[in-house]
């Protein structure tokens, strides 16, 4: 027996797997990049967050159930498109750090839907290189 948590795991990560196609596509939204765990290859996963000096802030709706989030538990470095350019930098998973109050501090309709549909909010902190 699924658990509601599976089942909306599955229907909103099918959603977004539609939509990401065109997302990634639009010059102005933000974008992760990390390397496949098990292909090698570069992965672009659209993110809603916020620069804050050096360290780009997210908040993963699902946690390490996210395939990006299992991408960077292998290898951490990752690219972070901003404003139409690419910053490489070394993303962090913050499990101590309280997600529900880190998406306040986040863009306004990105965390809404964060809050929306996540069910294991973990907070990520990207330390971006010069």
């Known amino acids: 027996m699924r658990s509601k948590k599976d089942v909306q795991h599955r ?22 990049e990390t390397t496949g765990r098990v292909s090698g290859q570069p992965r ?5 967050g916020r620069r804050v000096g050096d360290q780009f802030w997210l908040v993963s709706e ?6 990006y989030v299992r991408n960077i538990m292998v ?8 404003r139409g ?11 101590e750090d309280d997600p529900r109050a880190r998406l306040r501090a986040l863009p306004r309709y990105n965390s809404a839907a964060v809050r929306a549909v996540g069910t294991d909010l973990l907070t990520i902190r990207v330390d971006l290189e010069h």
């Open 11 to 32: 229907v909103v990560t099918t959603v977004q797997r539609r939509l990401n196609r065109v997302v990634r596509r639009l010059p102005g939204h933000q974008l992760i």
């Open 44 to 48: 672009t996963t659209p993110i809603g």
């Open 62 to 67: 699902f946690g390490e159930r996210s395939q």
């Open 75 to 82: 290898d951490n470095r990752v690219r972070v498109r901003l």
């Open 85 to 95: 350019r690419w910053h490489n930098g070394t993303a962090h998973l913050v499990r």
